[in-house]
């Protein structure tokens, strides 16, 4: 059993020894730490003899990543301890040279951004296409993906998210049997799919349909302590050793050895228990999903998800529920499942909310969260006024890289003197959430009259310095 969890075990034996310790960290070991927290510094410590090297790992932590890779599928697998956003952007770091176009989806994460602009690499948008019921974007489309290959040549890489946020699965086999006959790879941000390989209900992983790489952001759906999360690659992995260079530039040289020893320990839990607690969490929520539909003025999305071509599977755990038959919105609904049934939920939009069920839930919170539903369908019953019709924004006319973006000068212009001005900041209008501008992009008219639409239409706009965006950060 210890050589399954060699991290773990060899803090429990070094903290046994009782050391003095006189090396980093300056807790030595637990003192003057909050008592809360004085348990998991006993087993803080830094890289002193036995504890391997996370730059060069050749020891405890070369073979955990090993078990790792072995127990999800992987040819190689790679700890990391800044959340999957690191994964991704050393994917990037791996992939892409100054100015190479690389195709993504339009409502990626973040982190995407914060890849480019640390590669340099150009990005190439898969348009948005927005459920027109729901105003999210669920899935990238295999045709849509062909035609943008067909239109640029130069794309080098395809990098996709899948799962969505909302548990929607993308066709990654046929996108990645599609991109076999153009030569290209296909990575995939798995950020909410790291549970996947363990159930054969579940969608199947990114890696078992022939991506070249995926991140898992373990911490989103693993018992593992927040920022843990992997990055796992194929074998034959084109650019493997600028991958291992990447992964630890980005990486600190003080690793958080609890959050490795959380990813070690989670990865033997779901070995041995995952199998089976997903097939519970299964069943509770088949039959929760259904229950919820029962309720008048309730929508919860997942029987019609199984007839659509394009969602190739959906996450159980991930419960979407929008709210026709109520006089609230997804923003109230969340206020008030918060403030008067201690229920936290992942997310709300206009028109739904997301809770985000792990195989750690049983079914009393399955229950508490379904009653807590039904009594406020029956406190809200009714239908709201003049709901805002969500668009998808215009598309992106990009004109400086986003590394070139980053580093230029800006200057803040009115709005509305912005036109044919490139942007120097990223604007999201939620719903639905998509960025309608993004740093080294051109103001066009179409982003101009859909911001001017959108803001008179009361929806969010997130991301600019100047929240009401009189004015608007430009590239000087
Ligand atoms: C789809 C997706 N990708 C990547 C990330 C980044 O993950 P992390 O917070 O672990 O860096 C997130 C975070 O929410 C996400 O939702």
Same mark, same amino acid.
Do not use: C
């Given at each position: 059993m210890n050589d399954q969890i060699p991290i773990y075990s060899a803090l429990c034996r070094y =903290?046994? #020894? #009782?050391? /003095? =310790?006189?090396?980093?960290?300056?807790?030595?070991?637990?003192r003057g730490v909050n008592e809360m927290l004085q348990s998991i510094a006993t087993i803080d410590v830094t890289e002193v003899g036995g504890m391997d090297d996370f730059h060069l790992p050749q020891g405890i932590i070369a073979e955990s990543q090993r078990l790792m890779a072995q127990t999800v599928g992987a040819g190689e697998s790679f700890y990391l301890v800044n959340g999957a956003s690191s994964g991704i952007h050393a994917l990037f770091m791996s992939t892409a040279a100054e100015g190479e176009r690389i195709l993504l989806p339009r409502n990626c994460h973040r982190s995407f951004y914060g890849g480019m602009v640390l590669s340099g690499a150009m990005p190439v948008y898969i348009p948005s296409r927005i459920d027109d019921q729901l105003g999210l974007e669920l899935t990238v489309k295999v045709s849509e993906i062909e035609k943008c290959l067909l239109q640029d040549p130069d794309i080098i890489t395809i990098f996709i998210t899948s799962p969505s946020y909302f548990g929607t699965c993308s066709d990654i086999e046929s996108i990645t049997a599609l991109a076999g006959q153009y030569q290209k790879d296909v990575l995939v941000d798995e950020a909410h799919g790291g549970h996947f390989p363990f159930h054969k209900d579940y969608p199947a992983p990114a890696l078992a349909q022939g991506a070249m790489a995926a991140v898992n952001g373990l911490h989103k759906t693993w018992p593992v302590l927040n920022q843990g999360a992997c990055l796992h690659i194929a074998p034959g992995f084109p650019e493997h050793a600028r991958l291992r260079q990447a992964v630890s530039l980005l990486t600190t040289t003080s690793p958080s050895y609890p959050l490795l020893a959380s990813m070690e320990l989670a990865r033997m839990f779901m070995e041995q228990e995952g199998g089976y607690r997903l097939e519970q969490a299964g069943q509770w929520?088949?039959?929760?999903?259904?229950?919820?539909n029962q309720i008048k003025g309730l929508h919860c999305h997942h029987e019609e998800f199984k007839e659509r071509s394009d969602i190739k599977g959906i996450d159980p755990l991930k419960v979407l529920i929008s709210m026709p038959g109520l006089q609230v919105s997804g923003y109230q609904m969340g206020n008030i499942l918060k403030e008067k049934y201690h229920i936290q939920l992942e997310m709300e939009t206009e028109h739904s909310i997301l809770a985000m069920f792990s195989? /750690?839930?049983?079914?009393?919170?399955?229950?508490?969260?379904?009653?807590? /539903?039904?009594?406020v369908a029956a406190d809200y019953a009714g239908s709201k006024k003049g709901s805002l019709r969500i668009e998808s924004p215009p598309a992106a006319k990009v004109v400086?890289?986003? =590394? =070139?973006?980053?580093?230029?000068?800006?200057?803040?212009?009115?709005?509305? #003197?912005?036109?044919? /001005?490139?942007s120097g900041e990223m604007i999201a209008v939620y719903p639905p959430g998509i960025p309608c501008l993004l740093p080294g992009e051109t103001i066009t008219e179409e982003v101009l009259d859909y911001l001017h639409y959108m803001i008179d239409s009361g929806a969010r706009i997130q991301g600019p310095e100047e929240p009401t965006l009189k004015n608007i950060l430009v590239i000087d």
């Open positions: =903290r046994g #020894e #009782e050391n /003095l =310790r006189l090396h980093m960290p300056g807790h030595a070991g637990g929520s088949e039959k929760f999903k259904e229950k919820i195989l /750690l839930h049983d079914e009393s919170d399955w229950e508490r969260f379904y009653k807590a /539903l039904q009594e400086l890289s986003p =590394r =070139r973006a980053f580093q230029s000068t800006k200057k803040q212009v009115k709005l509305a #003197e912005s036109l044919n /001005l490139i």
